[in-house]
């Protein structure tokens, strides 16, 4: 879009289908996904307040006291060089990492350096998920301090946040700061496709910070930082940063751990074509649908505008891409459009996407 801000992701170097990438290492292949379940905190009851209501109100210290040690060093290398850094989050106390794809993506080695260590570790690359930006690494290790993720959905607009990670790879600890939830279920258009459900914030995010936790008032992890926009020759972008929500990393841990064990990972398929809308409204425009496809069955036409998948607004082009991508094969995918200046609900059972 002309005069959009340019959106770069966050890893210290370079930067379809959920692939396997265990090291040809035989003890790295030992290393499969781990059985234990990450830490999930309970929902709190509809109302409940938020910890601290403002950025003031944050335990700051606390919180990089708790979550700190459930952050690591990431780093990246080709042939024996450094071409990459970025951070990760421990979810399981024997060696699961989660952090971003584009972080590892390229490498043929990669290091975790465990917090208060000055040696890192080798990990094996599991599983990662180019399209939505998560990768899943372990290492060799027992009873690490495993971070506790929040439960989907719970975070809000205007809470404060504490974003923690090894920006720019300086010397020392992680770095921490403090903002507030912008806005949720922001979508990003990439080369790849499209991230959606993520958490805008304006908690300072930098170079190395990829891959590290977005955590709210009680040192929960509400999202994986991944990407900030830089502005354009004719947008200014100040403190505009984008975390993969504790929603999308659930479901992305199952998957990438089902991919790890060797269990082929399938896109859902629609059978449509879209756009955006040209008229200033939200929504995506259908500007093809596939004869004998899920969509056409549906009753899904072209000229309608899917303002909702599965009762999530559909703001643009990029957030129908992703509610699309990420369902499977089997799914129902329940689309609301606007049709003839009235709301319809459409529902599609996602097939396996051909081969193209």
Do not use: C, K, W, Y
Request: aromatic share 2%.
């Amino acid at each position: 879009m002309a005069g959009a801000a340019v959106v770069a992701l966050v890893a210290g170097g370079v930067g379809g289908v959920i692939g396997a990438q265990l090291d040809d290492d035989p003890v790295a292949r030992d290393l499969g996904p781990s059985v234990q379940a990450p830490i999930i905190a309970e929902q709190e009851p509809a109302g409940t307040p938020v910890a601290a209501a403002t950025v003031s109100e944050l335990d700051v210290v606390g919180i990089a006291e708790r979550v700190g040690p459930s952050v690591v060093t990431i780093t990246s290398l080709i042939e024996g060089r450094v071409f990459g850094t970025g951070s990760g989050v421990i979810i399981t106390a024997d060696g699961e990492i989660i952090t971003n794809a584009h972080v590892i993506d390229g490498a043929d080695e990669v290091r975790v350096r465990l917090d208060g260590e000055t040696e890192p570790r080798t990990a094996t690359v599991l599983a990662a998920d180019e399209p939505n930006d998560l990768a899943l690494l372990r290492i060799d290790a027992t009873g690490l301090p495993a971070a506790t993720i929040a439960p989907p959905d719970s975070i809000q607009v205007g809470e404060p946040v504490v974003a923690i990670g090894f920006a720019l790879a300086l010397d020392g600890g992680a770095s921490v700061t403090t903002g507030v939830v912008s806005a949720l279920e922001r979508t990003l258009v990439t080369e790849i496709g499209a991230l959606g459900g993520l958490i805008q914030t304006d908690a300072a995010i930098s170079s190395g910070n990829s891959g590290g936790p977005l955590v709210n008032a009680d040192g929960q992890v509400v999202g994986i930082n991944t990407a900030v926009a830089t502005g354009s020759a004719t947008r200014s972008a100040t403190n505009v940063g984008f975390a993969i929500s504790s929603r999308v990393l659930l479901d992305e841990i199952e998957l990438l751990r089902a991919a790890a064990a060797g269990q082929e990972v399938a896109e859902g398929f629609l059978g449509v074509a879209i756009e955006e809308r040209s008229d200033g409204g939200a929504g995506a425009v259908i500007a093809e649908v596939t004869p004998g496809s899920p969509a056409a069955e549906a009753g899904v036409r072209v000229g309608d505008v899917v303002v909702e998948a599965d009762g999530r607004p559909v703001g643009g082009q990029g957030g129908l891409i992703s509610a699309i991508r990420d369902g499977r094969p089997g799914e129902t995918i329940t689309l609301t459009v606007l049709r003839d200046g009235e709301l319809v609900d459409l529902s599609a059972m996602l097939v396996e996407r051909p081969a193209e």
